[in-house]
């Protein structure tokens, strides 16, 4: 069939992932747009901000400890009955109260009964306010440690998340231009075999052409009409998508934009790839940090811990308040662990363990993005080579159609030549747009390898 080789080229490029748009000699402009947007509205990223903010919330909270504290405490007992203590203030003070009543012939000195006195305090409230210190206490300089490096943690989280949004916006809108593109070059397809089977239909009637031609044409255009088709949905597909990512209604309109090739190509492939920006590695190498604080926290488990408070107050039976209720109590605390069935140590050693694991895992990551970098640079500089071979061939088609079409305009080549020509053109042209946009893509991939993206 006439657009077979066209036909297959469309469909192998449309089933290819991260495949970008062709280039015009004007900069983008609504891309980056649309990669603002996608940062600012889209849902992940926003949980992901929502962390951030937790976490300094965790690391305010973590300072706070540092400062003295104060509350209030207010107790109120009321008790009948319970252990009694009894005092013979009776037995001790008459004797001498009588001789004194004898001694100055008078009743000052009455006589006074036993007491007993409850345990239990009656009707008595004990109200204060304590102000506490803490003096030495390593576990609070270290949870302050932990919770800043967590931030960074977290942001490293983001970061990554922000790199991969960005490249996965990008590829959904090169898909998106990519339908566009192919939709446009099958309707231009198709309104080439309709004015071949226009032409072919009058030369039928002139009883100069053959009946085959007119089915061939036809059979054609339904092909071309079925390929249309399946591009139309797949860009209505790679729209729901890229509005997806930037949080916006699926049936959004996109808009369309060429894309011109990077300047800095030629830098990115002669240059080795630099992969400490990516990160994975910062959030690898903070965790390491985040334990190695843990470690020396859990070493000085032995370190006495001390703490100073202040009560001021006041206590009284039966809802008294003066100067001799109020009172002022001052003291230090201190707390010195002996022994605790060797938990510390049991803690110590599996902080070890993964501080271990994590040196593994960095180190294979390291390797892992470094190969991968590797890979995404030579795919940028084979792509750039196919794209260089491509344009040469399409120049060498276009020569070659220009003089298909001149001798079939005077008679000299047929119909068939022609339509050769003119495909052997199409699916040129196709080629290099395709290899534009393996070369974008390649060096998207690139720019996620290297996190080097800096919209």
């Known amino acids: 069939m006439m657009y077979n080789k066209l036909e297959m080229l469309f469909i192998s490029a449309l089933l290819i992932v991260g495949f970008v748009h062709p280039a015009s000699i004007r900069a983008q402009v609504y891309l980056p747009k649309y990669i603002e947007e996608g940062l600012a509205n889209n849902l992940v990223m926003k949980q992901k901000n929502i962390g951030l903010e937790q976490s300094?919330?965790?690391?305010?909270?973590?300072?706070?400890?540092?400062?003295?504290?104060?509350?209030?405490?207010?107790?109120?007992?009321?008790?009948?009955?319970?252990?009694?203590?009894?005092?013979?203030?009776?037995?001790?003070?008459?004797?001498?109260?009588?001789?004194?009543?004898?001694?100055?012939?008078?009743?000052?000195?009455?006589?006074?009964?036993?007491?007993?006195?409850?345990?239990?305090?009656?009707?008595?409230?004990?109200?204060?306010?304590?102000?506490?210190?803490?003096?030495?206490?390593?576990?609070?300089?270290?949870?302050?440690?932990?919770?800043?490096?967590?931030?960074?943690?977290?942001?490293?989280?983001?970061?990554?998340?922000?790199?991969?949004?960005?490249?996965?916006?990008?590829?959904?809108?090169?898909?998106?231009?990519?339908?566009?593109?192919?939709?446009?070059?099958?309707?231009?397809?198709?309104?080439?075999?309709?004015?071949?089977?226009?032409?072919?239909?009058?030369?039928?009637?002139?009883?100069?052409?053959?009946?085959?031609?007119?089915?061939?044409?036809?059979?054609?255009?339904?092909?071309?009409?079925?390929?249309?088709?399946?591009?139309e949905n797949q860009q209505q597909n790679a729209r729901s998508w890229f509005n997806f990512l930037l949080n916006r209604p699926l049936a959004d309109t996109v808009i369309y934009e060429s894309l011109p090739l990077p300047p800095e190509l030629s830098k990115a492939i002669s240059e080795t790839p630099v992969i400490m920006n990516r990160s994975e590695l910062k959030e690898l190498v903070t965790a390491t940090s985040i334990r190695q604080a843990e470690l020396s926290m859990n070493q000085r488990y032995a370190v006495p811990k001390v703490n100073t408070f202040v009560d001021l107050g006041s206590q009284a039976f039966d809802w008294q308040f003066d100067s001799k209720s109020k009172y002022i109590l001052a003291g230090f605390q201190v707390t010195i662990p002996i022994f605790s069935g060797l938990r510390n140590s049991v803690k110590i050693s599996t902080t070890k363990l993964e501080m271990d694991d994590l040196a593994i895992r960095t180190e294979n990551t390291s390797k892992q993005f470094t190969v991968a970098a590797g890979v995404a640079r030579n795919n940028l500089s084979t792509a750039m080579v196919n794209l260089e071979s491509s344009e040469k061939q399409y120049k060498s088609a276009r020569a070659y159609f220009n003089l298909i079409d001149k001798g079939y305009a005077e008679g000299i080549n047929s119909l068939i030549e022609f339509m050769d020509a003119r495909n052997q053109l199409t699916a040129s042209e196709i080629q290099v747009k395709l290899n534009r946009y393996k070369v974008l893509s390649a060096y998207a991939d690139l720019k996620r390898q290297t996190a080097s993206s800096t919209i």
């Not at 009707?123 to 030495?136: H, T």
């Not at 949870?143 to 916006?169: A, F, S």
């Open 56 to 231: 300094l919330l965790a690391l305010k909270e973590a300072r706070s400890w540092f400062y003295p504290s104060a509350g209030f405490t207010g107790d109120y007992t009321w008790a009948e009955g319970g252990r009694t203590i009894e005092f013979p203030v009776g037995d001790l003070l008459n004797p001498v109260y009588s001789t004194l009543n004898q001694l100055t012939s008078s009743h000052n000195f009455p006589q006074v009964e036993n007491s007993d006195i409850h345990l239990l305090p009656k009707n008595f409230y004990d109200a204060r306010v304590r102000i506490a210190y803490p003096l030495v206490n390593t576990d609070l300089y270290y949870n302050y440690r932990i919770k800043k490096q967590e931030i960074h943690l977290v942001e490293y989280e983001v970061e990554t998340y922000r790199q991969e949004l960005i490249h996965d916006i990008e590829t959904a809108y090169y898909n998106y231009c990519l339908a566009v593109d192919a939709a446009k070059v099958y309707e231009s397809a198709q309104d080439l075999v309709r004015r071949n089977l226009q032409i072919n239909e009058s030369l039928v009637r002139n009883g100069k052409g053959l009946a085959a031609n007119i089915l061939r044409a036809e059979s054609e255009i339904e092909a071309i009409t079925s390929r249309l088709h399946e591009v």
